[in-house]
């Protein structure tokens, strides 16, 4: 049972406000304190603190607003208190500059809460549901090279080339070697498909001040310019509030909700960033010749190699991307018109040169105008997204089929033989007809999806298949219920809040070379096949010349629902 939310305007939704206020009034307090000799006493206090509310602020949070998993939050409140007893370490070891006592136990604190971040950011971005896939781990690694590269040339390789002993320029290495790791693992919480509540625009700002105060932390130690308390302290208390903030916020229990988007939409801010993050090997090495340094050049060549390729890869994805939804019917998750009339074309070459026998059968929905009209469009988008998942079930493995318009769909059928087309045509048509269609009134439709996440499958292995027909279906003497004026009855379910809608399919089919001897002569004849099976009386089939009676013998219509006679 989930925590109620306070309703908007409550005192509980601005906690988060007066937590701010209040660390911004304290952290002004500290900067106004004199450090005469060092550090001061009070100052160092109330440092400490502003630092350690954020662990507290956490443990409020969770109660308070109780999200669904609490452990990134866990681990991110065990970060700042590692953190705090780092700064409690440092503040009482030395007094004054920091240089003589680095590195120290305190800054083996501060190391060790990058892997808490990192651990509480990777659970956090796998529990918000969608991930970019392929393209979002491609547009971290631009990212995180572009970050890789900077932090060498600038960080890490300066430190290195100091005269300085082993353990000093191991912890000066660590830290920008932390923070780049932390970038990393922030890019993916960034390029996944989660919502974004205030609270995730708080922890973006708690994680940017790390990186960014983190970034200024070792040169200043190194310099022996740093003193606990003193000014660069202060970005390090704006990192404790972002964080207490973001655990207060009432958006924090959203924060792990899987987002309708996907995470690798090419967003404008998105684009932007890649762009900069590809320019960021030029402006580098530009940089190193006006400086006429060349120690990093091969770090820059290497980096530029990793970018482009890194580029080429997007580059496909996006061609890729853009291939499958020009094949893909959005409603149904079927292939396209544009895609059956090039694999016709294929199909029709390939049977007359090889010799074989290809079937088209056209598969048309009865009255399924009488169901709109009804119903509503929305049902009826139901009952397509259900026909389609019939016959995908009905299809083998290289067989294609898509909606060729409206209510009607195609199936392409390879290695044919000449009896096979009345006998897979009427298995066609009894495996959309097995049973009632029922469609929730109250929720959406869902999109079939190829079970490889890849462009929509030509076919998929129905339960008990048929070798050289190629089409699976369940036997069915007819639809239950008798028709009105519509040929549609149907009974209204309303208690269970769905649509209960028996619904038939006529079928013409055609076959190369019988009928035909190219693709717009085929589809004439099959298309032919098929005005004769509705003018018969819909709910059969028909191949080019001749039509088939309905399982049972019987003239009724296409379409007989539950509504309000069954």
């Known amino acids: 049972m989930t925590a109620a939310r306070p309703t908007a305007g409550a005192p509980a939704d601005r906690g988060w406000v007066w937590y701010l206020a209040g660390g911004l009034v304290l952290v002004a307090a500290s900067c106004a304190l004199p450090a005469a000799g060092g550090t001061s006493g009070p100052r160092v206090a109330l440092y400490l603190l502003v630092s350690g509310s954020a662990v507290v602020a956490v443990a409020v949070g969770r109660r308070r607003h109780g999200p669904a998993g609490s452990l990134p939050w866990w681990l991110f409140a065990a970060a700042q208190a590692i953190s705090v007893l780092g700064d409690a370490i440092l503040a009482g070891s030395r007094d004054g500059p920091g240089a003589d006592g680095f590195p120290g136990?305190?800054?083996?604190?501060?190391?060790?809460?990058?892997?808490?971040?990192?651990?509480?950011?990777?659970?956090?971005?796998?529990?918000?549901?969608?991930?970019?896939?392929?393209?979002?781990?491609?547009?971290?690694?631009?990212?995180?090279?572009?970050?890789?590269?900077?932090?060498?040339?600038?960080?890490?390789?300066?430190?290195?080339?100091?005269?300085?002993?082993?353990?000093?320029?191991?912890?000066?290495?660590?830290?920008?070697?932390?923070?780049?790791?932390?970038?990393?693992?922030?890019?993916?919480?960034?390029?996944?498909?989660?919502?974004?509540?205030?609270?995730?625009?708080?922890?973006?700002?708690?994680?940017?001040?790390?990186?960014?105060?983190?970034?200024?932390?070792?040169?200043?130690?190194?310099?022996?310019?740093?003193?606990?308390g003193g000014e660069l302290d202060v970005l390090w208390l704006a990192t404790a509030l972002f964080l207490g903030a973001a655990a207060l916020h009432p958006s924090m229990s959203r924060l792990e909700v899987g987002g309708t988007r996907p995470g690798a939409v090419l967003s404008v801010p998105r684009l932007l960033a890649l762009t900069a993050a590809a320019l960021v090997a030029p402006v580098v090495l530009a940089v190193q010749c006006v400086r006429g340094e060349t120690s990093g050049l091969v770090v820059v060549a290497v980096a530029s190699a990793a970018m482009f390729i890194l580029i080429i890869f997007r580059m496909a994805g996006l061609v890729a991307d853009q291939h499958r939804a020009a094949i893909t019917d959005v409603l149904t998750g079927l292939h396209t018109r544009r895609h059956l009339e090039g694999e016709l074309s294929a199909a029709v070459d390939r049977a007359l040169r090889d010799g074989t026998r290809l079937g088209l059968f056209l598969v048309d929905v009865d009255h399924f105008k009488a169901i709109n009209d009804r119903y509503g469009h929305l049902v009826g988008d139901g009952v397509l997204v259900?026909?389609?998942?019939?016959?995908?079930?009905?299809?083998?493995?290289?067989?294609v089929l898509g909606?060729?318009?409206?209510?009607?769909?195609?199936?392409?059928?390879?290695?044919?033989?000449?009896?096979?087309?009345?006998?897979?045509?009427?298995?066609?048509?009894?495996?959309?007809?097995?049973?009632?269609?029922?469609?929730?009134?109250?929720?959406?439709?869902?999109?079939?999806?190829?079970?490889?996440?890849?462009?929509?499958?030509?076919?998929?292995?129905g339960s008990g298949g048929l070798e050289g027909g190629g089409l699976a279906g369940s036997a069915r003497s007819g639809p239950a219920g008798g028709g009105n004026a519509d040929g549609v009855d149907t009974d209204e379910?309303?208690?269970?809040?769905?649509?209960?809608?028996?619904?038939?399919?006529?079928?013409?089919?055609?076959?190369?070379?019988?009928?035909?001897?190219?693709?717009?002569?085929?589809?004439?004849?099959?298309?032919?096949?098929?005005?004769?099976a509705k003018s018969a009386g819909r709910d059969r089939v028909a191949v080019s010349g001749r039509a088939l009676p309905p399982a049972g013998g019987d003239d009724q219509l296409a379409v007989s629902g539950a509504s309000e006679a069954l």
């Open 493 to 532: 379910s309303e208690v269970r809040g769905e649509q209960v809608i028996a619904v038939t399919v006529s079928v013409g089919a055609a076959a190369v070379p019988t009928h035909a001897a190219d693709p717009f002569h085929l589809f004439g004849a099959a298309d032919d096949a098929l005005y004769a």
């Open 105 to 228: 136990i305190g800054d083996a604190c501060h190391l060790a809460r990058y892997p808490l971040l990192m651990a509480g950011l990777m659970i956090l971005a796998r529990r918000r549901g969608r991930p970019g896939g392929v393209a979002g781990v491609l547009d971290s690694l631009m990212m995180a090279v572009a970050g890789a590269l900077v932090s060498w040339v600038y960080l890490v390789a300066p430190r290195l080339a100091l005269d300085q002993s082993p353990l000093v320029s191991l912890a000066s290495v660590a830290y920008p070697v932390g923070d780049l790791a932390l970038f990393a693992a922030s890019l993916r919480l960034f390029f996944d498909g989660g919502r974004r509540p205030p609270a995730f625009y708080l922890l973006a700002a708690h994680l940017a001040a790390v990186l960014a105060t983190d970034a200024r932390y070792v040169p200043r130690q190194l310099d022996g310019d740093y003193r606990v």
């Open 403 to 461: 909606r060729y318009g409206g209510e009607e769909f195609a199936v392409l059928v390879t290695n044919l033989r000449e009896t096979d087309l009345a006998t897979v045509g009427e298995r066609l048509r009894r495996q959309v007809g097995s049973e009632p269609i029922r469609i929730s009134t109250r929720t959406t439709t869902d999109h079939p999806t190829p079970p490889d996440g890849g462009p929509p499958s030509s076919a998929s292995t």
């Open 386 to 399: 259900e026909v389609a998942h019939r016959l995908q079930a009905a299809t083998r493995p290289g067989d």
